[in-house]
């Protein structure tokens, strides 16, 4: 499909890529890109076969130069918060030949950095988010299918070239996943009440018991449902913090309308409403029951 | 062991402690007591040899009443709700022969409930729960080894003869569980943080997501991490409404508490404080590896 897959940043998402793109026969050869602090993942990534090569700082720019007419594709698949600058990096070799793509959790905010970054957003990159992830990052951490049966969502903006749109689509498609279009400000509404918010409860969640149990050792008896209910919290902190700091004029109302559901809980419990208590837990059994009958086919 | 043992309640929690009762051979014959509406899943625990007789209604004081002499245990694993009026029922056969114990999530409303019954509470009767469960109710979910290597928390008033506590611990130890022992203000304060608050914020946020996906489908592309997140919103609604209801006095100031710790969250993002952000995630991440490490060794 690519005579190049070129990653920046080859941990669990990345590597994940590079190994279905592998799998799937979808690239030539797949190239890590990274600065001197990812050395270690990289050289370990090159050692697993994860990838074929891999350049730091300004090898990069070299060596995409040097590639700049060959039919590839670019993933950008760090943080959220270095994207902007890797865009930068590129601008000065940014190719017509070639697909540009991201996997940033938050989508208006990478939009908003290719317009400062190229004045208007380039019509070869499109904006994607891939559903899938775990706890666990780095490299080491990579699946060859997490993207199987995950839903992706592309986020293409009234510039993006539908040619460009539907090579990404068949890419991910490739990979096993179902592709969803959308807009950016739609996807950044709908993640930070699915994905965004339950993060930070879990994190708020532990760092309070966290304290309390400096005193009380209560962890001790916490039990299967708080290491489910808790498992986001053990997410990488730097990622989070770029995702919730990118999204948090969606995320704030949302802790707000929370706080107020707390606080009717708060009222109902005070009051011995038990009938509005059952109806508010029934309520939310059905509706998860409703979301793994429906939603949660493919997998797990 | 015993030579019967009586189980009010054979759900998941009831019928697990009778399969793991049989598989150790702790009693002869294991009753199944039970009501009305009961009465489907009593047969199916005795087709599917989880229990060996049952009874219903007034059918369980004539049972009773015929083994008053016999060495037997009787535990009550019904919702917590219900417990007050099996006490009640119990009364007119209380037997000194007999060792009672329970599995209620909360333990001060059961001693306070067995005062009212009583006047005092029996010295025959050892409050205890098994740190364990399954968001799947019913006797078809219960397990031989729900309670190998899980927490059993012990809460004796000064009235409880040593003697009864120390053959609870021992049944509990051959089910395969770890037996600690505190007062009951300690275990519901403290299950109020690791569980009861948990599920509260679960069931918030599926009731809260759930209004919102009527208008727009939100669901659709919540993944892996909204998934185990609200695992416990699962939980039986009457179980846990009766929990809830039972420990509020516990349950409200977290819920205020936690109130708070969004508010901190909401103030870090709007004044963009990643620095702060960064070191709440981190430190809930650590904690949560520390709670890995420490304390969940034993399975899962």
Not at 8 to 34: D, E, P
Not at 132 to 143: D, K, P, Y
Not at 258 to 277: A, C, G, P
Request: overall charge negative; some cysteine; proline content about 4%.
């Amino acid at each position: 499909m690519f005579a190049r897959l070129g990653i920046f940043g080859v941990g669990l998402i990345g590597g994940s890529i590079a190994k279905a793109a592998r799998l799937n026969q979808l690239a030539n050869t797949i190239i890590g890109y990274g600065r001197e602090q990812d050395l270690v993942n990289l050289k370990l990534a090159k050692q697993l076969g994860v990838i074929d090569e891999y350049f730091i700082n300004d090898a990069i720019i070299a060596d995409l130069k040097n590639h700049s007419q060959s039919n590839d594709c670019i993933i950008i698949a760090t943080p959220v918060a270095s994207i902007e600058s890797i865009l930068q990096l590129l601008k000065p070799v940014w190719s017509d030949n070639s697909i540009y793509s991201d996997v940033g959790s938050t989508k208006v905010n990478i939009i908003e950095a290719a317009q400062r970054v190229f004045g208007t957003v380039p019509t070869n990159l499109v904006p994607a988010h891939p559903i899938a992830g775990a706890e666990n990052s780095g490299v080491q951490a990579a699946l060859n299918d997490l993207f199987v049966n995950r839903r992706l969502i592309i986020t293409p903006t009234n510039n993006t070239n539908p040619q460009a749109v539907a090579i990404i689509k068949q890419f991910w498609q490739q990979l096993g996943s179902s592709i969803f279009e959308m807009s950016a400000q739609h996807h950044d509404s709908i993640l930070a009440a699915t994905s965004h918010l339950p993060h930070l409860l879990a994190f708020a969640l532990v760092d309070m018991l966290g304290h309390k149990n400096e005193q009380s050792d209560i962890l001790k008896y916490a039990a299967g449902g708080f290491k489910d209910f808790t498992r986001i919290a053990s997410s990488d902190p730097t990622m989070w913090t770029a995702i919730c700091s990118a999204n948090k004029t969606e995320i704030i109302p949302l802790l707000e309308q929370y706080k107020n559901e707390l606080t009717k809980l708060q009222s109902l419990l005070s009051s011995d409403n038990s009938d509005e208590l059952f109806a508010l837990f029934n309520y939310a059994k059905q509706t998860r029951q409703h979301f793994l009958e429906q939603f949660d086919k493919p997998k797990e």
